[in-house]
T-cell receptor, first 110, second 110 residues
Framework: EDQVTQSPEALRLQEGESSSLNCSYT??????LFWYRQDPGKGPEFLFT???AGEEKEKERLKATLTKKESFLHITAPKPEDSATYLC???????????FGTGTRLTVIP | KAGVTQTPRYLIKTRGQQVTLSCSPI?????VSWYQQTPGQGLQFLFE???????NKGNFPGRFSGRQFSNSRSEMNVSTLELGDSALYLC?????????FGSGTRLTVV
């Protein structure tokens, strides 16, 4: 059965203090690993899709990496506007749905 | 370009009633998925439709149903509402494996 575990559950950072969020996954055949950002009261906003171990993608202060067992979302010099819940999801080969972790709630303090 | 539109944004219903939620996907997207998001369980997959056919279904009781119309718009229905059905219901449309979410419908069952 698919499993996605995100850690930590919550993270408080000072503005400019870089850190990483972890997503460990178990899936029988990975089609893709997705990262989303969700603000309170809104739907998840797409950030990245990673397809194979070793792949990396960047967007502004965010960089996502993928290994065969986990993915990291690195946040460099975060700003208060980066505060949100970050969700990781996997899609199994042949599946038409995403299986989500429970997210990491990030707070960046000015 | 318009995003995924979900209506209504908020709903309050009484136990035992039924409810219908609507989702208009991004123009050109033929796949529509529905997810339930609760604080305890996170995002859980309900079902996915493509060209008016349900291709995949999550582990929810038969009280949860859906359909898709020829213009790709989708509806989901929950019958005999229970207090535990209170949640944010999210719709996502996809093209080429990128899933775009709407802002959701917040359903409260009292």
């Amino acid at each position: 059965e698919d499993q996605v575990t995100q850690s930590p559950e919550a993270l408080r950072l000072q503005e400019g203090e870089s850190s990483s969020l972890n997503c460990s996954y178990t899936v029988s055949g990975l089609r893709g690993l997705f990262w989303y950002r969700q603000d309170p009261g809104k739907g998840p906003e797409f950030l990245f899709t990673l397809y194979s171990a070793g792949e990396e993608k960047e967007k502004e202060r965010l960089k996502a990496t993928l290994t065969k067992k986990e993915s990291f979302l690195h946040i460099t010099a975060p700003k208060p506007e980066d505060s949100a819940t970050y969700l990781c999801a996997v899609q199994q080969t042949g599946a038409n749905n995403l299986f989500f972790g429970t997210g990491t709630r990030l707070t960046v303090i000015p | 370009k318009a995003g995924v539109t979900q209506t209504p944004r908020y709903l309050i219903k009484t136990r035992g009633q039924q409810v219908t939620l609507s989702c208009s996907p991004i123009s050109g997207h033929r796949s529509v998925s529905w997810y339930q998001q609760t604080p305890g369980q996170g995002l859980q997959f309900l079902f996915e439709y493509f060209s008016e056919t349900q291709r995949n279904k999550g582990n929810f009781p038969g009280r949860f149903s859906g359909r898709q119309f020829s213009n790709s718009r989708s509806e989901m229905n929950v019958s005999t509402l229970e207090l535990g059905d209170s949640a944010l219901y999210l719709c996502a449309s996809s093209l080429s494996g990128v899933y775009t979410f709407g802002s959701g419908t917040r359903l409260t069952v009292v």
